[in-house]
């Protein structure tokens, strides 16, 4: 089960790889 944190920078990790 992911954290808070970590499923936040999961989801700003694929943004940045859907802009990119």
């Known amino acids: ?3 808070q ?3 936040m920078v999961f989801i ?3 943004h940045k ?3 990119d």
């Open 5 to 7: 944190t970590t499923k």
């Open 12 to 14: 700003t990790f694929s």
């Open 17 to 19: 790889i859907e802009h």
């Open 1 to 3: 089960m992911f954290n």
